[in-house]
């Protein structure tokens, strides 16, 4: 439990409070895997291609992410990031790690060195 209270805790640190997770999980994917299509991004998040097209144009109407259509064929659009979503999600992940930064520095030595060990044992865990 412990571990959804950190991630919970982490997600309200962003660039935009406006945004949702699920909006910042696109916009997150597509600076980390690059452009997708509208079902490589539904795939990814698990979500139906209407419910991914509904964020996509939220997103595109707040100038975060656009849609690119292949001139070789018309009916194929990639979807990438504006130079607007590059800063959102270079924003949010500066005020995520300041806030952990501080958090880590506020624990005694013995702490951060058993967190240490945990981060390595769950590495490893999640690599099985």
């Not at 997600?11 to 406006?18: L, M, V």
């Amino acid at each position: 439990m412990g571990t959804f209270r950190l991630a919970r805790r982490l997600r309200n640190e962003r660039a935009n409070d406006e945004l949702s997770d699920g909006q910042f999980s696109v916009l997150g994917g597509l600076y980390t895997h690059g452009p997708h299509t509208l079902s490589g991004l539904a795939e990814r998040d698990h979500v139906s291609a209407p419910s991914m097209n509904r964020t996509v144009n939220c997103l595109e109407e707040e100038g975060y992410l656009t849609r690119i259509t292949d001139p070789r064929d018309k009916r194929r659009v990639t979807i990438e990031l504006t130079d607007a979503g590059t800063a959102v999600v270079k924003e949010t992940v500066k005020k995520r790690d300041a806030w952990l930064h501080h958090q880590l520095r506020a624990l005694d030595p013995a702490d951060r060195e058993t967190l240490a060990k945990a981060a390595d044992l769950m590495r490893r865990l999640a690599t099985q």
